[in-house]
């Protein structure tokens, strides 16, 4: 039988290439992509004060482009490329039109279209570290920092967990879009540049409101529905599980809100905007390890959890526990990526539904990808046992790896240049920095501040029962 003349194969669409798949591919990508730029460029430019809308837009489009040059030039091939070590690909450019037009190590996909989209979650690891040093790090040392880090800690970390010649790939650890990849990485990594760094000044850490909540949703907004693109691409084809991924992501994503909002409410007496901001990303982090490979049924569960657990880390455990304290951590990147991440990886490792695995890795072996609960309700207890002692085993990994990598990169940036701004340039902002402003506006919203009494900006706030508030957002 013959094929449509669009669908034969001829020298720009060989027989290996699937256009539907390719096509999906894309788009997924590209909707990442709008997460970063202008998604979190956005967000991070209005949820900050407004002094430092310019330097923390900045922030983010720059990783964006640094990412790319650097992706491109070596970091490619070091995360899915040929074996050099144990945990990492030999380093080598992606930019002959030959390899580029080759079919992908997975999918039925060019080069070209697998390294795009590699690249825009590369990209936003990177842009979600600058959100834990937001309003004081040194913009030339934020240079220097984006492309050692790529080089030295998210290429491991890739390597490691999705290249199928990883290690941890290799035991059968699931991390379907990123949990661990991007969200822990970035979420020990940002914690631990804070710490290295240093804090805001104090005047910030007291009163640091938004300077825009509306284009702070705009941002969030195109976070959320980007994240279409984020699970529902990682199959790599147009598939059923990829349709399951997006349906489970926007599921746990709302269940997540609403449940932070919830304890917002009954805790502090007010639906504030920016934690029901705060439970949406944990929902979007906390299902991603899981996307395409758990019931509609734990996406619900999951999203509870997401919306109470990291709530509770940020809320009470933040004023507890002395180094949460110490650490200034602008956007609480740790409690909603590294404490979200792993809460994911941890629930992907007790729901994961054998069949759904199959589907998605494409393997019928009872030894791996095999949710605990599962393993106990056929009798493969061991397996169960097993999966979860790997997801466990995965977190502690990224978290010691990202600790030492990202702690060696600060000290060794600090030997070249400061990592925190001059004293003059912190309490000018943006101006003494990029010699630019936002708003062409007198004053530092003095008139506007003073009627705020957001429970997510001010420290500390009237609350209804509770009292323990986070001082990130402060």
């Known amino acids: 039988m013959s094929l449509p003349s669009n669908l034969n194969p001829d020298e720009a669409s060989p027989p290996w290439l699937n256009k539907g ?14 997460q970063s730029v202008p998604g979190l460029v956005i967000l991070y430019g209005s949820i900050v004060k407004k002094k430092w809308a310019v330097n923390s837009a900045f922030m983010a489009l720059y990783a964006f482009a640094a990412v790319l040059v650097c992706w491109v030039g070596w970091g490619y091939r070091m995360s899915f490329g040929d074996k ?16 580029l037009i080759e079919q992908a190590f997975l999918g039925y996909l060019p080069n070209a279209t697998m390294i ?15 959100g834990a040093l937001l309003g004081r790090m040194n913009f030339l040392a934020w240079m220097l920092f984006v492309p050692l880090w790529l080089t030295f800690s998210y290429t491991i970390t890739a390597y490691s967990i999705w290249c199928p010649e990883g290690w941890l790939s290799k035991k059968g650890i699931i991390d379907y879009s990123g949990g661990y990849v991007i969200h822990l990485s970035s979420g020990v990594a940002g914690f631990t540049a804070a710490y290295w760094v240093g804090p805001r000044t104090t005047k910030d850490k007291e009163r640091f409101p938004p300077n825009n909540i509306l284009l702070m949703l705009a941002g969030a907004g195109l976070l959320w529905m980007g994240w279409t693109g984020f699970n529902g691409g990682d ?15 926007h599921v746990c994503t709302a269940t997540s809100l609403l449940t932070w909002l919830m304890l917002d409410i ?5 639906p504030s905007v920016i934690g029901a901001t705060q439970g949406m990303i944990t929902g979007l982090v906390c299902i991603t390890p899981a996307a395409g490979v758990v019931q509609g049924w734990a996406a619900i569960l999951m999203g509870m959890m997401s919306g109470s657990i990291p709530w ?15 650490v200034d951590d602008t956007m609480a990147v740790f409690h909603t990526h590294a404490v979200a991440g792993s809460l994911g990886g941890i629930l992907t490792g007790l729901f994961a539904v054998p069949k759904l695995n199959r589907l998605f890795y494409l393997v019928d072996n009872w030894q791996h990808y095999i949710g605990f609960f599962y393993g106990l309700h056929t009798g493969h207890t061991t397996a169960g046992f097993k999966q979860l002692g790997i997801q466990l085993l995965g977190i502690v990994f990224v978290v010691l790896l990202n600790i030492f990598t990202t702690s060696v990169i600060c000290l060794l940036i600090s030997l070249i240049i400061p990592l925190r701004l001059a004293e003059d340039e912190l309490q000018t902002g943006d101006d003494a920095i990029h010699g630019e402003e936002a708003y062409a506006l007198w004053g530092d919203g003095e008139k506007y501040e003073s009627k705020l009494n957001s429970i997510y900006e001010e420290f500390p706030p009237p609350s209804k029962g509770g009292e323990v508030q986070m001082n990130q957002m402060a």
């Not at 050099?84 to 390899?99: C, E, K, Q, R, T």
């Not at 795009?116 to 600058?130: D, E, G, K, P, R």
């Open 84 to 99: 050099f070590i144990h945990f990492l690909g030999m380093p080598n450019v992606s930019l002959d039109a030959h390899y």
């Open 116 to 130: 795009y989209f590699q690249f825009v979650f590369a990209a936003i690891t990177l842009i979600l570290v600058a």
């Open 21 to 34: 798949d390719n096509s999906w591919q894309l788009t997924a990508a590209t909707l990442v992509g709008l």
């Open 266 to 270: 009954i805790f502090f007496g007010k």
């Open 235 to 249: 199959p790599y084809t147009v598939s059923t599980d990829a349709s399951l991924a997006v349906l489970n992501t």
């Open 312 to 326: 509770y880390t940020m809320m009470v455990l933040h004023k507890k526990i002395g180094l949460l304290k110490q």
